[in-house]
């Protein structure tokens, strides 16, 4: 019945996620989730809210997680964002600031989601390649007209971070549009650009709780830069839906922020487990790009990514392979625990000598 669809509804391509099978047993290392649980704090503060509250609406300017926000990371609320998932503060800041009349820059190889929000606003792009290392030189981005930048920062799904200097070098080369960068993996190793924002009134920083802070079901993201790109992005959200952040999310979201010990002790295992995998494929002929994320993107030298990828998922654990003819020969490998890293070395070491 799609005669009843809008003419916008006509020419989408969807993001299609990661999928969530509901096996028994399953490794699952396909959607970059952390292998271990949030921390205890997380789940007392959620089952501490009382279910009468939750006829009520939750603050719509979430202060509370604001001010959580801003003081571990030194900036003001007025400086923040908050939404539901990253995912749902990249489509305001898409809607918001990056729609103008030159075209966005984003790297060919990057979060798929960015070319489906510019269908979905009509925003015109240009995908600026990758290096052959498969890294992001900024200098690409430097002396290009355009109406905004954004790529992540450690890059997706390469995993490949750039330092902090070549970000600063950006912001003073375009100095007119802004320039956001997605640090959804940033925790796992590489420079935040937020003690920029104050230097940089184009400057945009977002984040998620989905990956280092294990709450992608939780569904919270958020954004920093200066109060003006901020206030474009409440414009955008109270135009709406005035309540994205549920009292759950809310109060979870607080508690994780609570507990910088737990939060640190599971990110540094999932670094360990990260350079313990990075050998261990290395020695089964296997290429690893440099990774501070909590996955590695790894192409074999003498087996197909399809064929493994396919090899695995028979013996129970699932990983992404990405289609895009300059990525195809990868495989994207989340960072589970000790236990699934450990079988999936195995079942690799296996497939690897039988094929
Ligand atoms: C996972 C991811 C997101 C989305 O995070 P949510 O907060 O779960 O919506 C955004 N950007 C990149 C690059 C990601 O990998």
Redesign the pocket.
């Known amino acids: 019945m799609s005669q009843f669809w809008s003419p916008i509804v006509q020419t989408l391509t969807p993001y299609v996620p990661g999928e969530q099978p509901k096996l028994p047993g399953l490794i699952k290392l396909n959607t970059?989730e952390n292998p271990y649980p949030p921390s205890p704090a997380v789940t007392a503060a959620i089952q501490a809210v009382s279910a009468d509250v939750l006829r009520l609406y939750p603050d719509p300017d979430a202060s509370a997680l604001k001010q959580a926000l801003a003081t571990h990371h030194d900036v003001q609320p007025n400086e923040i964002f908050v939404g539901n998932?990253?995912?749902?503060v990249?489509a305001f800041v898409f809607m918001a600031l990056l729609k103008h009349a030159e075209p966005l820059l984003f790297p060919d190889i990057t979060?798929s989601?960015y070319p489906v929000y510019c269908k979905l606003f009509g925003i015109d792009y240009v995908e600026v390649p990758l290096t052959a290392t498969m890294g992001i030189n900024t200098a690409d981005y430097e002396n290009k007209t355009c109406g905004g930048i954004i790529f992540?920062n450690p890059n997706?799904p390469t995993g490949v971070s750039i330092p902090l200097s070549a970000i600063e070098a950006l912001l003073i080369k375009q100095p007119d549009v802004v320039v956001a960068i997605?640090e959804?993996?940033v925790d796992f190793g590489a420079e935040t650009a937020i003690p920029l924002i104050r230097k940089y009134p184009n400057l945009l920083v977002i984040r998620?709780?989905?990956?280092s802070r294990s709450l992608?079901g939780l569904?919270v993201?958020f954004a920093m830069g200066h109060p003006k790109l901020i206030e474009a992005l409440e414009r955008v959200k109270n135009s709406f839906n005035s309540y994205p952040m549920d009292r759950l999310a809310l109060a979870g979201a607080i508690a994780s922020y609570g507990d910088e010990a737990y939060f640190q002790q599971t990110r540094q295992a999932i670094i360990d487990s990260r350079e313990q995998m990075t050998a261990a494929l290395e020695k089964l002929g296997f290429s690893v790009l440099p990774s501070h994320a909590n996955f590695i993107f790894a192409r074999h030298d003498a087996y197909g990514a399809e064929e493994l990828a396919a090899g695995l998922r028979e013996r129970a654990i699932i990983v992404r392979h990405f289609k895009h003819p300059r990525i195809n020969q990868y495989l994207r490998i989340s960072i589970g625990n000790p236990e699934e890293c450990k079988t999936l070395i195995q079942t690799l070491t296996l497939l690897t000598s039988a094929l």
């Open positions: 970059n998932g990253s995912d749902e990249l979060y989601f992540p997706a997605d959804a993996y998620t709780f989905s990956k992608a569904r993201g």
